[in-house]
Nanobody
Framework: QVQLVESGGGLVQAGGSLRLSCLASGRTFIPYTLGWFRQAPGKEREFVAAVTRSGGNDYYADSVKGRFTISRDNAKNTVYLQMNRLKPEDTAVYYC?????????????????WGQGTQVTVSS
């Protein structure tokens, strides 16, 4: 079983940047598609981005496309989410997740392992 631990959240002003990290331990996470999701207060969890094992195939929610970049370093068992030009509506708890092998999907039901989340707050 893979365990995931996120870090890098915090408070930032609108227009600023943050980089989230998610470190995997336990079994290797190399085969898995890795995704980032977020949940704002009073809202359902939503897909942010996902990347396949090689890093060659990624997929983004329309709301973050062009501002966020997902990447992974399999040698470090880490997946990253670089977030630029942050907006107050990006405020949420961000979760990383390990999901299906060989395909990217925005469907949270396809992800089996989840981290505990890291808070991102963007002030206006």
């Amino acid at each position: 079983q893979v365990q995931l631990v996120e870090s890098g959240g915090g408070l930032v002003q609108a227009g600023g940047s943050l980089r989230l990290s998610c470190l995997a331990s336990g079994r290797t996470f190399i085969p898995y598609t890795l995704g980032w999701f977020r949940q704002a207060p009073g809202k359902e969890r939503e897909f942010v981005a996902a990347v396949t094992r090689s890093g060659g195939n990624d997929y983004y929610a329309d709301s973050v496309k062009g501002r966020f970049t997902i990447s992974r370093d399999n040698a470090k068992n880490t997946v990253y989410l670089q977030m630029n030009r942050l907006k107050p509506e990006d405020t949420a708890v961000y979760y990383c997740a390990a999901g299906p092998i060989g395909t990217v999907t925005p469907n949270s039901e396809n992800y089996q392992v989840w981290g505990q989340g890291t808070q991102v707050t963007v002030s206006s």
